[in-house]
Nanobody, 123 residues
Framework: QVQLVESGGGLVQAGGSLRLSCAAS????????MGWYRQAPGKQRELVAG???????NYIESAKGRFTISRDNAKNTVYLQMNSLKPEDTAVYYC?????????????????WGQGTQVTVAS
């Protein structure tokens, strides 16, 4: 019923740009902090960028100056603008958010993950 749907991944050349989108769908009461993670083959999943409900952002060191995370609360959507892409950015990118749902008169917030979108940067 409630899910995060990602889009925007693909294959680009080094130095190119991509814009990832992640939209929460379903009967959603609220959205708290949101973020983007990535996982490259043979490596651990890492937080790339995060944004609080109030708009505060943080980035992994390697993304600073190149990536920008933003959100549109009216659309329950989070974006990741990626510029100056490098081959080392190649990974599956996952959206994460705590979503609030309501049932039987109560609201419960739980963690949700997007399905993952492949980003491949060719050298």
């Amino acid at each position: 019923q409630v899910q995060l749907v990602e889009s925007g991944g693909g294959l680009v050349q080094a130095g190119g740009s991509l814009r990832l989108s992640c939209a929460a769908s379903g009967r959603i009461f609220g959205v708290n902090d949101m973020g983007w993670y990535r996982q490259a083959p043979g490596k651990q999943r890492e937080l790339v960028a995060g944004i609080t409900n109030g708009g505060s952002t943080n980035y992994i060191e390697s993304a600073k100056g190149r990536f920008t995370i933003s959100r549109d609360n009216a659309k329950n959507t989070v974006y990741l603008q990626m510029n100056s892409l490098k081959p080392e950015d190649t990974a599956v990118y996952y959206c994460n958010a705590q979503l609030g749902t309501t049932a039987w008169g109560t609201t419960k917030f739980r963690d949700y993950w997007g399905q993952g979108t492949q980003v491949t940067v060719a050298s």
